[in-house]
């Protein structure tokens, strides 16, 4: 049986966008049997209407690579929970995706990843570009998955996800 979430942060604070008092934030812990403890954030301004919801994993980790070798329709539906902080890359595609500062966490699957991009880009994508990334949706293209986690929150449900720390590039 899964449990209900359990509140464990509740404020009102100042709302970033229109500086009142009025942002009802909660957090909640959530602990799943596939993917273990999340912190899901759930905050509202009541006053202009602004809104943040993002998902964490609960645990804190080593920075980490991680990769998966999506070889056919079956590893479309594998479970993915890329962080704020993590950088996407499909080198098939051609593809890279940084985090930016208003990134959020997202848990969803190798195919929804793919859906992600094309609604993020794919007005900048040329027919080349676009039919790759359909040939990847449908499992008719083989490609590489590639998560850079300076957090080391990210993971990908798999056997097949191979994993190995993140060198993190120290600067004198």
Sequence with gaps: MIEEPKIIFE????????????LKARDYLYETPNTGKLVLS????????????????????????????????????????????????????????????ASQGYITTVEGILEIILDEIGDYCDENCLNKINLAMNGEMKFSLIIED???????????????????????
Excluded: H, M
């Design 42 to 101: 759930n905050w509202v301004c009541e006053e202009c209407g602004y809104r943040f919801r993002d998902v964490k994993p609960y645990e804190t980790y080593e920075p980490k690579i991680i990769e998966l070798k999506v070889e056919d329709v079956e590893d479309l539906n594998t479970i993915v929970y890329r962080s704020a902080f993590a950088k996407i890359t499909i080198p098939e595609l051609e593809i890279e995706v940084d985090p930016a500062g």
């Design 11 to 22: 404020e009102t604070l100042v709302c970033p966008v229109c500086k009142k008092n009025s």
């Design 150 to 172: 300076e957090s080391g929150l990210s993971f990908i449900k798999s056997e097949k996800a191979k994993v190995k720390p993140l060198i993190q590039n120290i600067q004198s």
